[in-house]
């Protein structure tokens, strides 16, 4: 695709119990990418990829056009980096923190910095080790915006984060890529934040991409489908994902495309995007 901030063919590694498997997907400019799957399920290891902090097993990775392998020191300044734990030393001070990090960036903007500090409520003086989970990933992203990235990459930026602290994450993240020269891809387990901002969502399980594109065309695409034991037939029964039963009935996820398959008697529903995260997680084997 032309004009991806990041683009991802074929991505494989393999560890002695798991294994990531032909990964695709492109983040387009401007936009945001919602990277979801359970715990396990291969983001972070993606990510690490993403960065070349450490080896891959075959695929290309490509950012801002450019090869991350071949090209890293270049890429490097274009893009930012948040995990979800702190790598801040606990006893600095908010002010301390941008001493000690903007020598690594050649764009650092102290202006910009100091606005966000101001803006987040973070007290210049308080120390790391004072600063409760929200806050401190606030710090980590007004770190990660203040050398002029134009691509952040934040995992799990919400886990952990009470309701308001999550919403106004997710106003900041909005705010960063409203000028449609930045893109955000951020992982996530927590599928309500995909629902509020996510232009496009990927889909991960065990390895494996299940889907990628964009939200709408994701929560046009599947339907729960639920029903008693004695409605389970051929030839709907091999096109349900992530098939689950009990003494009473079934459920399950079914393409839209199959909907054709389901009876009268049986119900179905638009699945959200946390009942396909878990439908697709029972579902046993690799999608390609
Ligand atoms: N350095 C490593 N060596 C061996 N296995 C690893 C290593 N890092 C991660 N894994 C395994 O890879 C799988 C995916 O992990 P990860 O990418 O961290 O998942 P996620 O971020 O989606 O929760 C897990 O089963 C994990 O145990
Ligand atoms: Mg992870």
């Known amino acids: 695709m032309n004009n991806a901030a990041l683009e991802i063919n074929g991505l ?9 498997r032909n990964v695709s997907f492109s983040l387009p400019m401007g936009s945001i990418m919602g990277f979801a799957g359970q715990n396990g399920a291969g983001k972070t290891t993606t990510i690490r990829l993403i960065l070349n902090m450490m080896a891959r097993d ?17 890429i490097k300044q274009d893009i930012a980096v948040v995990f ?11 002010i301390e923190v941008e001493k000690a990090l903007k020598g690594f960036y050649i764009n650092w903007n102290s202006t910009l910095f100091n606005q966000y500090v101001k803006n987040f409520h973070l ?39 009470d309701p308001v602290a999550r919403e106004e994450l997710l106003e900041i993240l909005l705010n960063y890529v409203s000028d449609g020269q930045r893109s955000i891809l951020f992982s996530t387990h927590i599928t309500s934040d995909l629902e509020k901002i996510a232009d496009y969502i990927t889909l991960i399980s065990r390895g ?27 030839p709907m029964r091999e096109k349900i994902i992530g098939l689950t039963t009990n003494r009473t009935g079934f459920a399950g996820l079914i393409p839209e495309s199959e909907l ?18 878990v439908y697709i997680s029972k ?5 390609e």
């Open 12 to 20: 494989r590694k393999n560890y002695p119990d798991f294994s990531l």
């Open 58 to 74: 075959g695929g290309s990775i490509k950012v801002f056009g450019l090869d991350n392998i071949a090209d890293e020191q270049k």
């Open 84 to 94: 979800d734990d702190t790598y801040f030393v606990e006893n600095w001070k908010v």
């Open 123 to 161: 007290s210049a003086n308080k120390r790391v080790k004072e600063l409760s989970r929200g806050m401190r990933m606030k710090l980590m992203l007004a770190v990660a915006m203040s050398h002029e990235a134009k691509m952040l990459i934040l995992d799990e930026p919400t886990s952990g984060i």
């Open 208 to 234: 494996n991409i299940f889907y990628s594109g964009t939200k709408e065309d994701l929560l046009e695409s599947f339907y729960l489908v639920k029903g008693g034991t004695n409605d389970l037939v051929k």
């Open 260 to 277: 054709k398959h389901a009876g009268k008697e049986l119900v179905t529903e638009k699945a959200s995007i946390d009942d396909i995260l």
């Open 283 to 287: 579902e046993e084997g690799t999608y």
